[in-house]
């Protein structure tokens, strides 16, 4: 299985900051890179698949770039409604998976 | 507007059994294709399975194979979870998901809201 590593596991930030979250794969996926936002007692959200194609209705604070096995997860000016966990995810081979996640939080 | 919603979800004893549905509207099945996700309590996310309504090919990931069956009845435009030999391991709130596109790359771009499955005695 290929196995997703984001870091950090979690980030403290003040609003307007730039934030960057990395994933990356333990062997290529290619660019079959999808990052998810997903806020408390909520489904996630899909922010950018395919590495960098950001998601219809999803703010341009968001940006996603990468292929092979580094990716990045770019928030440019952190808003109080980004505060959420972050994932992941490869769909280069199955079984897809997962990164453990980044939590990010508001100072 | 594309609307997914599970369920199904409930207490279940180890070795029991368990049906999931997720019952999509705003596309079709069969023109489609559909993952369930679990989340365990506090936990990250984990692909289960997927189904593609076109060719009925279905995919497992390795814990759950021989034991969860996924199947969809386009007719009613529902994916079924058909969950077998349950597990403590398998608690988790269970969301189902639509592909973005049949086509790799793969992404899931439309997500209900999950239903809770317990295994415990």
């Known amino acids: 299985d290929i196995q997703m590593t984001q870091s950090p596991s979690s980030l403290s930030a003040s609003v307007g900051d730039r934030v960057t979250i990395t994933c990356r794969a333990s062997?290529?996926?290619?660019?079959?890179l999808n990052w998810y936002q997903q806020k408390p007692g909520k489904a996630p959200n899909l922010l950018v698949y395919v590495a960098s194609r950001l998601q219809s209705g999803v703010p341009s604070r968001f940006s996603g770039s990468g292929s092979g096995t580094d990716f990045t997860l770019t928030i440019t000016s952190l808003q109080p409604e980004d505060s959420a966990t972050y994932y992941c995810?490869?769909?280069?081979?199955?079984?897809?998976?997962f990164g453990q996640g980044t939590k990010v939080e508001i100072k | 507007e594309v609307q997914i919603m599970e369920s199904g979800g409930d207490l279940v004893q180890p070795g029991g059994s368990l049906r999931l549905s997720c019952a999509a509207s705003?596309?079709?099945?069969?023109?489609?294709?559909m993952g369930w996700v679990r989340q365990a309590p506090g936990k990250g996310l984990e692909w289960v399975s997927s189904i593609f309504g076109s060719s009925g090919s279905t995919y497992y990931t390795d814990s759950v194979k021989g034991r969860f069956t996924i199947s969809s009845d386009n007719s009613k435009n529902v994916v079924y979870l058909q969950m077998n030999s349950l597990r403590a391991e398998d608690t988790a709130l269970y969301y189902c998901a639509k592909y973005g596109s049949i086509m790799s790359p793969h992404y899931l771009d439309y997500w209900g809201q999950g239903t809770l499955v317990t295994v415990s005695s």
């Open positions: 062997q290529s996926v290619r660019n079959s």
């Open positions: 995810q490869q769909t280069n081979a199955n079984p897809w998976t």
């Open positions: 705003g596309f079709t099945l069969s023109n489609s294709a």
